[in-house]
């Protein structure tokens, strides 16, 4: 168990809607990663924030939008969704000020647009 | 920016053998890190092994050891008596220092035989 925690497990929509997907990080980690793993695909970073704030942007849509609330969790919002938006959504985290320290991920969240 | 490639999409090997996984990454930086993970069939993300760029000598955890040769830009696994439990899909990343985003390869999918 990596102490990160997502939900829902799995989410099954239809195109043109919106989803929000839930992130716990571990206790006393400041920092929450978003990763989108299409099929068969290596992990793609979408965002990171670091103790509510957004630190970093990679390739992360417009119709994406995330936040990290004052208790660290996080959400991550995808609106009108595609079928191609279909994927394994993880979220990890870590302890900021220690670059080598591991992203330690969650079970992560599989979304099918239908 | 930093591209990390896995030229292997899939391997198998008989249960007890040795194997050794490929890893080339493309970067101008000096000081960053490299990381293995695991995605087994529960789809969860683990850590496998971690070696610093500065260090020389290659990191070992139990039956998995890297050949880090930096010159090369080359991190491969190499994985020893390989089990059934073995059997997932392995990532490698990179991560640059004082930067906490991930950038991973596209994955071997690792098949031990019993």
């Known amino acids: 168990d990596s102490g990160v925690t997502q939900t829902p497990k799995h989410l099954i929509t239809a195109t043109g809607q919106r989803v929000t997907l839930r992130c716990s990080p571990r206790?006393?980690?400041?920092?929450v990663y978003w990763y989108q793993q299409s099929l068969d695909q290596g992990l793609q970073f979408l965002i990171q924030?670091?103790?509510?704030?957004?630190?970093a942007k990679g390739n992360i849509l417009e119709r994406f939008s995330a936040q990290q609330f004052p208790d660290l969790h996080s959400e991550l919002n995808l609106s009108s969704l595609e079928l191609g938006d279909s994927a394994l959504y993880f979220c990890?985290?870590?302890?900021?000020?220690?670059?080598?320290?591991?992203?330690?991920f969650g079970n992560g969240t599989r979304l099918t647009v239908t | 920016a930093q591209t990390v490639t896995q030229s292997q999409p899939e391997m198998s090997v008989q249960e007890a053998e040795t194997v050794t996984l490929s890893c080339t990454y493309d970067?101008?930086?000096?000081?960053?890190?490299l990381f293995w993970y695991k995605q087994p069939p529960s789809r969860q993300m683990i850590l496998v092994i971690r070696?610093?760029?500065?260090?020389?000598q290659n990191a070992t955890e139990n039956r998995f050891s890297v050949n880090f040769q930096k010159a090369a830009k080359s991190f491969s696994l190499k994985i020893s008596d390989s089990q059934l439990g073995d059997t997932a899909m392995y990532f490698c990343?990179?991560?640059?220092?004082?930067?906490?985003?991930?950038?991973f390869g596209t994955g071997t999918r690792l098949t031990i035989i019993p």
């Open positions: 990890a985290s870590s302890r900021e000020g220690q670059y080598n320290s591991p992203l330690h």
């Open positions: 206790s006393g980690d400041l920092s």
């Open positions: 924030y670091y103790n509510g704030e957004e630190r």
């Open positions: 970067t101008s930086e000096n000081n960053y890190y």
């Open positions: 070696q610093e760029a500065y260090k020389q």
């Open positions: 990343a990179f991560r640059l220092f004082g930067n906490e985003k991930l950038t």
